[in-house]
T-cell receptor, first 113, second 113 residues
């Protein structure tokens, strides 16, 4: 158990809908990262927050947004969902903004039908 | 452009045999490197990391990896594999000051009795 909690584990939704994925980082970790894992794209970095502020942005679509709350949990919002958004979404957390290893949650499997 | 290559998509080894998984990177700056393992339906677990110093690093579960700057490689090794090592292995690379970890496409390891 990495200490990173993601909910829900599985999500099935229809195209055009909006979903929210939730992540609770390890106790004491200030950084949260979101990654998308799909068969065709592999593991792609989406976005990082550090202590409530956006710190780095990767290949995140405009339809996707994220935030980190004062209690350090994070949410990834996916809207106007398309079939191609079906993937495993991972959250990871680390102590600091740099040079620290990231611990991954078990992921949320999103299926868009 | 920064890239990480894991040239072997799938490797099969016999239980008790030695293992080497290859990872090559292309980065302009000094990288830091990780190996993660992902079991089916699970998140990514950190096996080992290299930031600086001794180029041979020891990880969990009996794994080790060697950073070779001249070859831009960070290969993962284990002297004797166990059936429980069957999983997918990912090499990841980052650069100091840039929080985006770039992952390789993964190597699936199958263990035969």
């Amino acid at each position: 158990d990495s200490g990173v909690t993601q909910t829900p584990k599985h999500l099935i939704t229809a195209t055009g809908q909006r979903v929210t994925l939730r992540c609770s980082p390890r106790s004491g970790d200030l950084s949260v990262y979101w990654y998308q894992q799909s068969l065709d794209q592999g593991l792609q970095f989406l976005i990082q927050y550090y202590n409530g502020e956006e710190r780095a942005k990767g290949n995140i679509l405009e339809r996707f947004s994220a935030q980190q709350f004062p209690d350090l949990h994070s949410e990834l919002n996916l809207s106007s969902l398309e079939l191609g958004d079906s993937a495993l979404y991972f959250c990871a957390s680390s102590v600091g903004p740099e040079r620290s290893e990231a611990f991954f949650g078990q992921g949320t499997r999103l299926t868009v039908v | 452009a920064q890239s990480v290559t894991q040239p072997d998509i799938h490797i099969t080894v016999s239980e008790g045999a030695s293992l080497e998984l290859r990872c090559n990177y292309s980065y302009g700056a000094t990288p830091y490197l990780f190996w993660y393992v992902q079991s089916p339906g699970q998140g990514l677990q950190l096996l080992l990391k290299y930031f600086s110093g001794d180029t041979l690093v020891q990880g969990i579960k009996g794994f080790e990896a060697e950073f070779k700057r001249s070859q831009s490689s960070f290969n993962l090794r284990k002297p004797s594999v166990h059936w429980s090592d069957a999983a997918e292995y990912f090499c990841a690379v980052g650069v100091f000051g840039n929080e985006k970890l770039t992952f390789g496409t993964g190597t699936r390891l199958t263990i035969i009795p």
